[in-house]
């Protein structure tokens, strides 16, 4: 079955950086595209960035666009976020989702962010 | 990439009928018939309910049905449950591999 584990959450001061992992288990990891979403602290789900299956297109979301960066290792069937200058307004649990055509079948179950001093 | 506009809150009694609007422009919603819906209870991640506008992916009971006409998608759930209160999101695909979600309602069971 399908597995997705994040990890690399923590908190960290305004201006840092954390980079963020997801494991992939159960399919093909290299024949898929990748999602990074998060959600704050009791607001909405917020899509963040996305990697083709072979690492050849990125994008990402407005609010994140040259800060953040999306990289996988298809040797290890593993997703990654590099997260630079971080701010508060980051602070979200980040999920990964398998990238299912144009939509997200399935999930992790997040790692949490938090960005204080 | 500004978010989907859904309504903060609906609510319905059990047995009855509701539906969640999720309102875009045509570079999102009304562009693509990649719009997909979610379910999502406290401190879970997301589920997929529907995908493609109206595609129910295996598990998720015929209750729930998706559209869309021009800019607007709605989710719709028949038969109300107790077991159907949760947070509902929209998403839709907005090209340039790129994605929007809406901004999330929430369902009340009366």
């Known amino acids: 079955q399908v597995q997705l584990v994040e990890s690399g959450g923590g908190v960290v001061q305004p201006g840092g950086s954390l980079r963020l992992s997801c494991a992939a288990s159960?399919?093909?990891?290299?024949?898929?595209?990748m999602h990074w979403v998060r959600q704050a602290p009791g607001k909405g789900l917020e899509w963040v960035a996305f990697?083709?299956?072979?690492?050849?297109?990125?994008s990402y979301g407005d609010s994140v666009k040259g800060r953040f960066a999306i990289s996988r290792d298809n040797s290890k069937n593993t997703l990654y976020l590099q997260m630079n200058s971080l701010r508060a307004e980051d602070t979200a649990v980040y999920y990964c989702?398998?990238?299912?055509?144009?939509?997200?079948?399935?999930w992790g179950q997040g790692t949490l962010v938090t960005v204080s001093s | 990439q500004s978010a989907l506009t859904q309504p903060r809150s609906v609510s319905g009694s059990p047995g009855q009928s509701v539906t969640i609007s999720c309102t875009g422009t045509?570079?999102?919603?009304?562009?693509?018939?990649?719009v997909s819906w979610y379910q999502q209870n406290p401190g879970k991640a997301p589920k997929l309910m529907i995908y493609?506008?109206?595609k129910r992916p295996s598990g998720v009971p015929d209750r729930f049905s998706g559209s869309k006409s021009g800019n607007t998608a709605s989710l719709t759930i028949s038969g109300l449950q107790a077991e159907d209160e949760a947070d509902y999101y929209c998403?839709?695909?907005?090209?340039?591999?790129?994605?929007?979600f809406g901004g999330g309602t929430k369902l009340t069971v009366l």
């Open positions: 998403c839709s695909y907005a090209g340039s591999y790129t994605w929007v």
């Open positions: 045509s570079s999102d919603v009304g562009g693509y018939t990649y």
């Open positions: 990697i083709r299956y072979d690492g050849s297109n990125k």
């Open positions: 989702a398998k990238g299912d055509s144009n939509y997200f079948l399935y």
């Open positions: 159960g399919f093909t990891f290299s024949s898929y595209g």
């Open positions: 493609d506008v109206n």
